[in-house]
């Protein structure tokens, strides 16, 4: 790309550039805009006068990058980019968020208003010819709960929280929030429960109101988030726990059973071990026959036992001809 003699366009050019990646030295800026160091210092007073915040750094690596506040700055796509976006607008609009449709529509409409008219016609023909099969509806969370989760999981700030466990009680909790996990249709919150000392996994559609303590927390030796979500659903639940290895790869097996269903762990290159849950030893062992591959059942010693019992069945059923 040649240099960029026009102010207006350079400014733009120079917005990209900030948007691209966190630091930019001014030698830097200056060759990718084919301008001098100077040039670049007084195009980012410019655009501090029009409102859009750019730290400056000195030292041996510090740099110009494009800080927070003011005027919210003018996104350059590229055409896979633009595309992106728009389809991630219409999968945001599910309803899971409440409060967000309105902001969606608007959103996708001023978007398709500028797109070129290509990138238009690609958009509406993915969404043409798309549609989602929802298993159940979504559990609506409020827009402005979700957000404050967020800030005070980044700032690891303690808080109080009222919460309706699954029997219906109300209790109030003081946690130290860690991640926001979505599994399907459904956020969880995954913190630390002061009292217990442990961590929990908490429904975001069960929260009630949010307050800070203003106190902030160190997490040490945090579990695996969308683990922690995966076992809570996957096993916990369940009156039937087991454990079983398959002779495939974790990728293989993620296949067979969901990420929903079970909790995986590589058990060397070729085989996996999973956890999860049924209802009843007689029900699991008609899923896991119906797998397609040779499973063992590490435990509990009754599924195993009740798993021979139906191969034994199958064979004498069947016998040689």
């Known amino acids: 790309m040649g240099p960029v003699a026009d102010t207006p366009a350079r400014l733009l050019r120079l917005l990209s550039l900030l948007q691209a990646r966190p630091t930019w030295t001014a030698?830097?800026?200056?060759?990718?805009?084919?301008?001098?160091?100077?040039?670049?210092?007084r195009d980012v007073t410019r655009l501090r006068d029009l409102g859009y915040p750019v730290d400056a750094e000195a030292?041996?690596?510090g740099g110009y990058q494009l800080g927070r506040g003011g005027r919210l700055p003018p996104l350059l796509l590229d055409d896979d980019e633009a595309v992106a976006v728009a389809l991630g607008l219409r999968a945001a609009a599910d309803g899971s968020v409440s409060g967000l449709d309105d902001a969606t529509v608007s959103a996708l409409a001023k978007l398709e208003q500028v797109l070129p008219a290509p990138l238009v016609e690609r958009v509406r023909s993915i969404q043409a010819v798309?549609?989602?099969l929802h298993g159940r509806p979504p559990d609506q969370v409020d827009a402005g709960l979700l957000v404050e989760l967020a800030r005070v999981c980044r700032q690891s700030e303690r808080i109080r929280l009222g919460y309706v466990d699954r029997e219906g009680r109300e209790t109030e909790r003081r946690v130290d929030p860690y991640r926001l996990v979505r599994m399907g249709p459904r956020w969880y919150l995954v913190a630390r429960?002061?009292?217990r000392d442990a961590w929990r996994t908490l429904r975001v559609d069960r929260i009630g109101e949010v307050r800070t303590t203003r106190q902030?927390?160190?997490i040490v030796d945090p579990p695996d988030p969308v683990e922690l979500v995966?076992?809570?659903n996957a096993v916990a639940p369940y009156e039937i726990q087991a454990t079983i290895r398959m002779p495939v790869t974790l990728a293989h097996a993620q296949s067979l059973i969901t990420r929903t269903t079970g909790v995986h762990r590589p058990d060397g290159p070729d085989a996996t071990i999973v956890?999860?849950?049924?209802g009843t030893i007689a029900g699991m062992v008609r899923w896991l026959a119906g797998l397609g591959v040779p499973v063992e059942v590490l435990d509990p010693p009754e599924l195993r036992t009740a798993l021979r019992a139906h191969a034994d069945v199958l064979l004498a059923t069947n016998p040689e001809p």
Do not use: C, F
């Open 59 to 61: 030292g041996p690596h």
């Open 216 to 218: 902030p927390v160190e």
């Open 130 to 132: 798309t549609t989602e």
């Open 230 to 232: 995966q076992r809570g």
């Open 275 to 278: 956890e999860l849950g049924g």
């Open 193 to 195: 429960d002061v009292e």
């Open 27 to 41: 030698p830097e800026l200056a060759e990718r805009l084919e301008v001098t160091p100077r040039t670049v210092r």
